[in-house]
């Protein structure tokens, strides 16, 4: 069986032999947490050199066989995108700006010198996957089915250029809650590592990022707190993002400040939600660099009321301490604050169908 999908391209469907049982699948849908559940499916479709993008297949979710030499193994030339699929009230699938997020993987590929993914290609793809796994997608509140687009180097070749062989593939989780304890409002620890340098590749959603943020989140657990705070590279003073979601600053006058898309931060789709919600809510919104001196000051004299995280696996997130070498402060009350809650509700419930969506944002699956 194949279906047409973008690009001239089709997706040849193969068979499942071992479905997941409704009775194992419900057990792991009243309780999914996040990322350790899959669904019985991916996608994958091969790139190489003179061919470009060609053998599109939807298929049991497995192993996948790689040569020990293969370029992603030795010198990490991985991307990978991360969105959700809801349930609507109505009973339809729908996904929230997925042509962002095939954007950005071109954005990311471009940088990691990677074979750029047409975007209907990609959002064929996910809606492919989204399809066939349409029985795994949680209906509880809050709860998604997460999707992980990513690609591969596959080339087995040890010297260093861009290899001439890739893999693009789409997995699926169904994702509960991303902060377990659904905790209210998270304590940051500001690290003495940098996440990312000016030249770098820090607006780029690749791997190797996240390896180099392992210790410094490691760190940050370890001294008692949930998440990692990022400053800058050069003058270790202007504040970034945390290890995986963007920052926002709520001020007593209703303004909020977000750090600008300086090259060094990743430019989250979440963040360019939420800009685009505060100013219909007819909030000012600064794009500006604000310093960790500035916030702890502003927090101190309580012109900051509020900061929070942002991104697709934890939508938005309090943050209500900040722990750091040189001292420590507590914002606004230290628990979630009303813009911090207003400004969810109103993404959550345009993500969910439960409100108009002006912006286009919403994309349902036939
Ligand atoms: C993915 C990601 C974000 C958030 O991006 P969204 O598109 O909102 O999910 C923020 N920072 C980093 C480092 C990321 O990898």
């Not at 409704?22 to 009243?30: F, Q």
């Not at 340098?197 to 940050?220: D, F, H, I, M, R």
């Not at 997130?317 to 900040?322: I, K, L």
Request: proline fraction near 6%; aromatic fraction near 8%.
């Amino acid at each position: 069986m194949a279906t047409l999908a973008a690009e001239g391209l089709t997706f040849t469907a193969l068979p499942l032999a071992s479905p997941t049982s409704d009775e194992a699948r419900a057990a792991v849908l009243a309780n999914p947490g996040f990322g350790t559940h899959f669904t019985d499916h991916m996608v994958v479709i091969e790139w190489s050199e003179g061919e470009g993008w060609h053998d599109a297949v939807i298929g049991p979710r497995q192993p996948i066989a790689l040569d020990p030499a293969a370029a992603v193994l030795h010198y990490a030339q991985e991307i990978f995108e991360g969105l959700k699929a809801y349930k609507q009230a109505d009973g339809t699938i729908s996904l929230f700006r997925p042509e962002a997020n095939a954007a950005r993987f071109n954005a990311s590929a471009r940088r990691l010198a990677m074979p750029e993914l047409p975007e209907s290609l990609f959002i064929a793809a996910i809606e492919e996957l989204v399809k066939a796994d349409a029985g795994w997608i949680p209906s509880a509140e809050g709860a998604s089915l997460y999707l992980r687009p990513f690609m591969i180097a596959t080339e087995a070749f040890l010297g260093v250029r861009p290899a001439k062989q890739y893999k693009f593939i789409v997995i699926a989780s169904p994702a509960g809650n991303y902060f377990k304890s659904g905790a209210p409002a998270v304590s940051i620890w500001v690290s003495d590592y940098t996440r990312a340098a000016p030249g770098g590749t820090g607006a780029a959603k690749c791997g190797g990022n996240y390896a180099a943020s392992l210790v410094p989140q490691a760190e940050a657990l370890a001294r008692g707190h949930d998440q990692v705070v990022f400053l800058d590279a050069a003058e270790h003073k202007w504040i970034e993002e945390l290890g995986g979601m963007n920052l926002y600053f709520v001020f007593d006058d209703g303004t909020l400040v977000t750090p600008p898309l300086s090259g060094t931060i990743l430019p989250g789709i979440t963040r360019d939600s939420l800009l685009a919600l505060a100013r219909d809510e007819g909030l000012t919104v600064r794009e500006e660099r604000y310093s960790l001196d500035q916030w702890r000051d502003d927090a101190t004299s309580g012109k900051l009321i509020e900061t929070f995280a942002c991104g697709t696996a934890a939508v938005v997130t309090a943050v209500g301490r900040v722990v750091g070498r040189d001292g420590e402060f507590t914002v606004g009350s230290g628990g979630p604050g009303q813009l911090t809650g207003k400004l969810k509700a109103r993404l959550v419930a345009i993500q969910r169908g439960e409100a108009p969506d002006p912006h286009g944002w919403v994309r349902k699956i036939a």
